[in-house]
């Protein structure tokens, strides 16, 4: 008796019912797999972003959109600042590392992150093709800017002002030239165009007219500071609030607050997700159930010709593995397609391109809980097979 041909067979018989089992089966897969990868993707972007920043100083107003838009890069900043006000919290004693940057620039969506050549330190990268920016209107891209936008070193391209792609306003009397490529690292700044700050102070300054201006009252966006003693984080914050026009927001703590906000709806999902779980063990319950009931004259026959019961019970589990390994492979595909779909819209939004990590432990812990809900919908079907009177049902249905 061949019982995976025979347990085939059974399954086709009851298409509808099939189809419904797989489908509410697949969904719930794809949903708790699917939610559990993007809660492990989007926490690596944010404690990768961060790279040891403990501290970011900017303009007054809201903490977290100062974090977003200084750390992330994702959002508008919240304003200026003094450049030679913000060097003098760089001295203090506790401070290892200071560096300046300054947004406020885009080319074809992508922003233009005025800095030092530390700001590439920090994302732990370097260069790959090129050099660093030396001479004013020199550029190093990222990774993703070079792949996306097709550009190499040597080439040149206009800024446009703001963070609006295609904007009408652009710095067509200076040219940025692309003097480096970094390398891929899977975080922020693979999607950032680097120069340094005297470039743009001097294209702002042949804007403005003014060829004699002062640096010591140039602004910057923000000061990414790293400490070199951690007890900075207990009373430099709260001493720059208080006492200086600038702010000072901790990046770990504002995107811990988002990570939970965010982690509310993921919860909410995978409740429903597992709602749709049990829903669909008790709709292969019910399929295995219906399948002993219905069929049970052949069942019997298969007894009078020598099959025992264990085979009966092998026939009814091997069904109930067949439908949970083909729901399976369709809940996997729903959850590769749709993260791939929410990467794209990721991508096409924040220009930052997302990758899948390894799950492999989330699909077996995933497997384990199928078998298991085979197994009990399994035990619980088989009932009838233990009560069968193999005379009595052929000698009825005859």
């Given at each position: 008796m061949n019982i995976i041909k025979l347990s085939y067979k059974n399954i086709i018989t009851k298409p509808l019912q099939t189809f419904l089992t797989v489908l509410i089966l697949s969904l719930s897969i794809g949903l708790l797999l699917g939610v559990k990868q993007l809660n492990k993707v989007f926490e690596s972007q944010l404690n990768q972003s961060l790279n040891g920043v403990d501290m970011v100083v900017g303009a007054k107003g809201s903490p977290l959109q100062l974090v977003l838009s200084a750390v992330l890069h994702v959002d508008n900043p919240t304003g200026n600042i003094a450049y030679n006000e913000a060097k003098k919290i760089a001295t203090h004693k506790y401070i290892k590392d200071a560096i300046p940057i300054s947004i406020g620039d885009n080319y074809k969506g992508y922003k233009i992150v005025v800095t030092t050549t530390s700001f590439i330190d920090l994302h732990k990268t370097e260069i790959e093709t090129g050099n660093l920016f030396k001479a004013s209107y020199d550029v190093v891209i990222g990774n993703a800017v070079a792949e996306n936008l097709n550009l190499a070193v040597g080439d040149t391209f206009y800024s446009s002002h703001g963070m609006i792609e295609d904007a009408i306003e652009s710095h067509d009397d200076h040219p940025l030239k692309v003097v480096g490529i970094l390398k891929p690292t899977q975080n922020v700044i693979d999607r950032l165009i680097l120069t340094d700050l005297e470039s743009i102070w001097h294209m702002h300054e042949d804007e403005d007219g003014d060829h004699n201006h002062n640096h010591d009252n140039e602004e910057i966006t923000a000061m990414l500071i790293k400490f070199g003693n951690k007890r900075g984080l207990l009373t430099l914050p709260r001493s720059i609030n208080k006492s200086t026009p600038f702010q000072a927001a901790l990046p770990k703590y504002q995107l811990d607050k988002l990570f939970k906000f965010t982690t509310?709806?993921?919860?909410?999902?995978?409740?429903?997700?597992?709602?749709?779980?049990?829903?669909?063990?008790?709709?292969?319950?019910?399929?295995?159930?219906?399948?002993?009931?219905?069929?049970?004259?052949?069942?019997?026959?298969?007894?009078?010709?020598?099959?025992?019961?264990?085979?009966?019970?092998?026939?009814?589990?091997?069904?109930?593995?067949?439908?949970?390994?083909?729901?399976?492979?369709?809940?996997?595909?729903?959850?590769?397609?749709?993260?791939?779909?929410?990467?794209?819209?990721?991508?096409?939004?924040?220009?930052?391109?997302?990758?899948?990590?390894?799950?492999?432990?989330?699909?077996?812990?995933?497997?384990?809980?199928?078998f298991g809900l085979i197994v009990i919908a399994t035990i619980i079907a088989i009932r009838p097979i233990f009560k069968m009177d193999i005379s009595k049902i052929i000698s009825h249905e005859s």
């Open positions: 509310i709806g993921t919860k909410a999902i995978t409740w429903i997700a597992f709602s749709i779980f049990l829903v669909s063990g008790i709709s292969m319950f019910v399929s295995l159930y219906r399948m002993v009931k219905e069929r049970a004259k052949e069942l019997a026959l298969i007894r009078t010709y020598g099959a025992s019961r264990n085979k009966l019970i092998l026939l009814v589990f091997a069904e109930g593995v067949l439908v949970g390994v083909f729901s399976f492979i369709v809940g996997l595909l729903l959850a590769s397609f749709g993260l791939q779909a929410i990467f794209s819209a990721i991508k096409n939004t924040y220009k930052q391109q997302l990758y899948l990590l390894d799950y492999q432990q989330d699909i077996l812990v995933l497997l384990l809980f199928i």
